[in-house]
């Protein structure tokens, strides 16, 4: 038994920090969208215990990778095999802030799922467990366009976006995301309470709204990164209508109307970065390319 899945990446529209938890995390408001940049997350039963094997060397592939916690979670729930083995084939952009750790986990639960045929794995179990693997998980299994509330856990699928090309841009360096919300934590800016969540959550998102979005943990890591800030100059200059950091970074977003970004833009880039044209996703086409033929 074997099958392969596709795990596709995020990017966040809008990313408020409502401010820090007690459970050292922080309460966050945000519209989470799926784009097609895509890892392949194979699965087969074989063996014992959980096997994980990454072709890029500079990912763990034992129990500090996601979709490795993911598998044993899994196993321990649900243990209807001895082992299973996990071949990761990586293309998004690791410490980018796309979220392809916690989308590789969730293809994992939901991959194990049809792979067993475990009928009585709820979306609602996949959801607690995913939970635990980390604040990203829960998106993933639901995709989209979705409101993130609490941890960024909590999600409320939105009427889906209609899809379009973007372009992601990646710096040639990895962020923390620890690391940055400890910095944002210990600033506490004070940060005026953006309407955009209420209004994602009663009327939807359109294009134009997401445009008014924001990130809150864009200024700390221009100031931190320099050469991410270099990006956005590019990108602006390049006449994109539309350019927000995702998550913690590297990774920027852009939107162009007219689709010809210029050919100077990656001349205009700092070296290293890693260009992709890309396309935002609706749930439909998430279920129609998730698995692969
Ligand atoms: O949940 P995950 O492991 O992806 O989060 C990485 C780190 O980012 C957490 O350990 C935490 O320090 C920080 N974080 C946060 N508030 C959130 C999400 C993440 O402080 N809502």
């Known amino acids: 038994m074997r099958a392969t899945y596709r795990s596709f990446a995020k990017v966040n529209l809008h990313l408020e920090v409502l401010g820090p938890r007690p459970d050292g995390y922080h309460e966050l408001r945000t519209i989470f969208q ?9 699965l087969e039963v074989e063996g014992r215990g959980v096997r994980l094997e990454v072709a890029d060397r500079s990912l763990p592939s034992d129990e500090r990778n996601l979709a490795h916690q993911a598998a044993t979670t899994f196993l321990a729930r649900w243990p209807l095999v001895d082992g299973i083995r996990i071949t990761l084939e990586k ?22 799922r ?44 939105l009427p889906d976006l209609p899809e ?14 620890a690391s940055v919300f400890r910095e944002y934590g210990e600033l506490t800016p004070d940060q005026e309470v953006s309407s955009m969540g209420r ?55 852009a ?27 609706n749930r439909a086409s998430l279920q129609r390319l998730r698995v692969v033929q």
Do not use: K
């Open 255 to 281: 939107c162009f109307d007219d689709s010809t970004e210029s050919a100077e833009l990656e001349r205009a880039l700092p070296p290293g970065c890693r260009v992709c044209r890309a396309r935002t996703m």
């Open 114 to 157: 049809d792979l067993l045929d475990v009928r009585q794995a709820t979306d609602l179990q996949l959801e607690e467990l995913g939970r635990d693997l980390g604040a990203d998980v829960p998106f993933f299994l639901t995709g989209g366009t979705a409101l993130g509330l609490g941890r960024g856990d909590e999600i409320e699928p």
């Open 199 to 253: 209004l994602a959550w009663e009327e939807g998102v359109d294009w134009g709204m997401a445009a008014m979005g924001r990130n809150d943990l864009e200024p700390l890591v221009r100031r931190r990164f320099p050469e991410v800030g270099h990006v956005y100059n590019a990108l602006v200059e390049a006449g994109a209508s539309l350019v927000r950091l995702s998550g913690s970074g590297s990774t920027w977003f």
């Open 164 to 177: 379009r090309d973007i372009l992601l841009v990646t710096p040639a360096l990895e962020v923390s995301t």
């Open 34 to 42: 799926s784009v097609d940049l895509c890892d392949l997350v194979s």
């Open 91 to 112: 293309r998004i952009p690791v410490g980018g802030g796309l979220g392809g750790g916690s989308s590789n986990a969730a293809a994992v639960l939901q991959g194990l």
